[in-house]
């Protein structure tokens, strides 16, 4: 029989596994009233947004479109967010087409069929992270892999598209070091008419930005390149412009199991599922820390994890967090996620009206939206600012963005967690031994002690197996009787650690002297008590100094 305390217990259980109810049925009119305006503002923005982004990662337009619907909605009925929107990302759709390309045609029935299992193998393995509780995993990656990382995809990005916007033909190899060649070798073959018409583009959508941000400037910035177009070839024979795009709702589809696809795609899946993840957290970050929300890391892993399983069979593809579209969801006055599932919901016949008038829609001007996302995607102030500060935050930054034109984008992500795991473990490993004075030791030291005969240094990190061997040369260059060390920068110590303390003390006891711990922590005090190196009293005052027998 349940008691009362397990009724009330309920509520939770029920919003923990099922978020939406804790906000949805707070709505008010008013609430409602501006979720409905935030959402239709998203459901204009993410037309253009959508075809740009699928064809950037291989797809045809409508993908774009299916994969800002189902996922959109479940992200935000599962996920944490207040304000993050949910749908096709440019770093994502570009990292998707590199995973695929060696191994299918883009925009094939083959090729579909594996976008479709890699966004389902990606969802999975978000939403296994989730229910483990490990949100904190994507603490792995440093703020310098991810714009490294978005760098290089920007790049890749602007190069795919330069022949586009050029009017030329596609390339025969869209891999970054394959293009830039093919491209000198046919500049006699650039277009005048397409070259005017991704410029117009791209000027309009600039202009829209600076004098009004809240008009939706990358469509009306494409229907006037359209008309442009249609000026200038009136018969489509010309100008290359969008393949025809179907009306109507995401239809089913189903991923492939079969083992060899599945071993084929994980690596790939683990490394765009830990992307999106990153892309997601570090939104739902930002706009939390604007609101003051509370942010739940493991429920948004939860989130992306089922709203890319749920996609997998919505003709979606891999999706995350947009900044775009929250940060417009946001300046929109949306108050609850409802803003992004009524998005979704707008957009459906926005989808059935709009689809057939993309394919008035010339390349060239998708060519010019998408260098301009391209442009956008590069933080340049976290470049400047990683460049000035920190040398080793440097190196984490180019060996990221090397590997994101050199290599395939999975391993890039792989290389800057790789650099950024190095670069913590060189720092944990060799913590500071610094030379400090006598006086900076409490005065029960001072008086026993004589500066002559005493060392004092202060050790800036933890003694564990991987510091022993650093500290242990840097504590063996002083030669003095009498050893002080200032342990309040020690929060963790191991039997190496211990072992390091010991052979110390011996050492100090052979000149005549002695191994004192002043400040010691009291972790570090009863790992020291445990292993019978100080006296085991449960009255000692850590803040004295004590001295470490053998």
Same mark, same amino acid.
């Given at each position: 029989?349940?008691?009362?305390?397990?009724?009330?217990?309920?509520?939770?259980? @029920?919003? $923990?596994?099922?978020?939406?109810?804790?906000?949805?049925?707070?709505?008010?009119?008013?609430?409602?009233?501006?979720?409905?305006?935030?959402?239709?503002?998203?459901?204009?923005?993410?037309?253009?947004?959508?075809?740009?982004?699928?064809?950037?990662?291989?797809?045809?337009?409508?993908?774009?479109?299916?994969?800002?619907?189902?996922?959109?909605?479940?992200?935000?009925?599962?996920?944490?967010?207040?304000?993050?929107?949910?749908?096709?990302?440019?770093?994502?759709?570009?990292?998707?087409?590199?995973?695929?390309?060696?191994?299918?045609?883009?925009?094939?029935? &083959?090729?579909?069929?594996? =976008?479709?299992?890699?966004?389902?193998?990606?969802?999975?393995?978000?939403?296994?992270?989730?229910?483990? $509780?490990?949100?904190?995993? !994507?603490?792995?990656?440093?703020?310098?892999?991810?714009?490294?990382?978005?760098?290089?995809?920007?790049?890749?990005?602007?190069?795919?598209?330069?022949?586009?916007?050029?009017?030329?033909?596609?390339?025969?190899?869209?891999? @970054?070091?394959?293009?830039?060649?093919?491209?000198?070798?046919?500049?006699?073959?650039?277009?005048?008419?397409?070259?005017?018409?991704?410029?117009?583009?791209?000027?309009?959508?600039?202009?829209?930005?600076?004098?009004?941000? $809240?008009?939706?400037?990358?469509?009306?910035?494409?229907?006037?390149?359209?008309?442009?177009?249609?000026?200038?070839?009136?018969?489509?024979? &010309?100008?290359?412009?969008?393949?025809?795009?179907?009306?109507?709702?995401?239809?089913?589809?189903?991923?492939?199991?079969?083992?060899?696809?599945?071993?084929?795609?994980?690596?790939?899946?683990?490394?765009?599922?830990?992307?999106?993840?990153?892309?997601? #957290?570090?939104?739902?970050?930002?706009?939390?820390?604007?609101?003051?929300?509370?942010?739940?890391?493991?429920? &948004?892993?939860?989130?992306?994890?089922?709203?890319?399983?749920?996609?997998?069979?919505?003709?979606?593809?891999?999706?995350?967090?947009? @900044?775009?579209?929250?940060?417009?969801?946001?300046?929109?006055?949306?108050?609850?996620?409802?803003?992004?599932?009524?998005?979704? !919901?707008?957009?459906?016949?926005? !989808?059935?009206?709009?689809?057939?008038?993309?394919?008035?829609?010339?390349?060239?001007?998708?060519?010019?939206?998408?260098?301009?996302?391209?442009?956008?995607?590069?933080?340049?102030?976290?470049?400047?600012?990683?460049?000035?500060?920190?040398?080793? &935050?440097? #190196?984490?930054?180019?060996?990221?963005?090397?590997?994101?034109?050199?290599?395939?984008?999975?391993?890039?992500?792989?290389?800057?967690?790789?650099?950024?795991?190095?670069?913590?473990?060189?720092?944990?490993?060799?913590?500071?031994? =610094? !030379?400090?004075?006598?006086?900076?030791?409490?005065?029960?030291?001072?008086?026993?002690?004589?500066?002559?005969?005493?060392?004092?240094?202060?050790?800036?990190?933890?003694?564990?197996?991987?510091?022993?061997?650093?500290?242990?040369?840097?504590?063996?260059?002083?030669?003095?009787?009498?050893?002080?060390?200032?342990?309040?920068?020690?929060?963790?110590?191991?039997?190496?650690?211990?072992?390091?303390?010991?052979?110390?003390?011996?050492?100090?006891?052979?000149?005549?002297?002695?191994?004192?711990?002043?400040?010691?922590?009291?972790?570090?005090?009863?790992?020291?008590?445990?292993?019978?190196?100080?006296?085991?009293?449960?009255?000692?005052?850590?803040?004295?100094?004590?001295?470490?027998?053998?």
């Amino acid at each position: 029989m349940e008691t009362a305390t397990d009724l009330r217990r309920q509520p939770a259980r @029920f919003k $923990r596994w099922l978020p939406f109810l804790g906000w949805l049925p707070r709505q008010t009119s008013r609430s409602l009233r501006a979720d409905a305006i935030a959402g239709l503002t998203g459901a204009v923005l993410v037309v253009p947004q959508g075809v740009a982004y699928a064809l950037l990662a291989g797809l045809p337009p409508e993908y774009g479109l299916y994969t800002a619907v189902v996922p959109a909605v479940l992200a935000a009925l599962f996920g944490s967010s207040r304000h993050m929107v949910s749908g096709p990302t440019a770093a994502l759709s570009i990292a998707l087409f590199a995973t695929l390309q060696p191994f299918a045609e883009a925009g094939s029935g &083959e090729f579909i069929v594996l =976008v479709l299992t890699l966004t389902f193998l990606a969802g999975a393995f978000q939403l296994l992270l989730g229910l483990a $509780r490990l949100g904190v995993l !994507v603490d792995l990656v440093s703020h310098s892999v991810v714009t490294g990382f978005t760098a290089g995809a920007a790049l890749i990005i602007a190069t795919s598209q330069l022949p586009y916007a050029l009017g030329l033909a596609p390339m025969a190899s869209s891999g @970054f070091l394959d293009t830039w060649p093919q491209l000198f070798a046919r500049v006699g073959d650039i277009r005048p008419d397409a070259v005017l018409i991704a410029g117009v583009t791209l000027t309009l959508c600039l202009a829209f930005q600076r004098w009004l941000p $809240r008009w939706p400037g990358m469509l009306l910035a494409l229907v006037a390149a359209s008309l442009l177009a249609a000026w200038l070839d009136p018969t489509h024979n &010309e100008i290359l412009r969008i393949a025809e795009v179907p009306a109507g709702l995401p239809p089913l589809s189903a991923p492939e199991f079969s083992f060899d696809t599945l071993r084929l795609l994980t690596p790939g899946a683990i490394a765009l599922g830990l992307l999106g993840l990153v892309e997601a #957290a570090a939104i739902a970050r930002a706009f939390a820390a604007r609101s003051g929300e509370r942010l739940d890391s493991n429920q &948004e892993f939860i989130g992306q994890g089922l709203s890319n399983i749920g996609g997998a069979f919505f003709s979606a593809y891999v999706s995350s967090g947009s @900044f775009t579209r929250s940060g417009l969801n946001a300046s929109a006055g949306a108050r609850s996620p409802l803003a992004a599932v009524l998005s979704a !919901v707008f957009l459906i016949p926005m !989808v059935l009206v709009a689809a057939p008038l993309l394919h008035h829609v010339p390349m060239s001007a998708m060519a010019g939206l998408l260098l301009l996302v391209a442009a956008n995607l590069v933080d340049r102030h976290g470049i400047r600012e990683t460049l000035a500060i920190s040398r080793s &935050e440097t #190196a984490i930054l180019l060996i990221t963005f090397f590997s994101t034109l050199l290599l395939a984008l999975e391993f890039a992500i792989y290389f800057g967690v790789l650099a950024s795991l190095a670069v913590y473990l060189r720092r944990t490993t060799r913590p500071p031994v =610094v !030379v400090c004075a006598l006086s900076q030791t409490p005065p029960e030291m001072q008086q026993a002690l004589e500066e002559p005969c005493c060392t004092v240094v202060r050790i800036d990190g933890s003694l564990f197996f991987g510091a022993c061997e650093s500290v242990a040369r840097q504590l063996e260059s002083h030669d003095r009787p009498n050893l002080v060390v200032l342990a309040a920068g020690i929060n963790f110590i191991d039997l190496s650690g211990l072992h390091l303390l010991q052979g110390q003390a011996r050492r100090c006891q052979a000149r005549g002297g002695r191994l004192y711990l002043v400040w010691t922590k009291p972790d570090v005090m009863a790992r020291l008590q445990r292993a019978g190196l100080v006296a085991d009293d449960n009255d000692r005052n850590p803040d004295k100094p004590m001295a470490i027998t053998i």
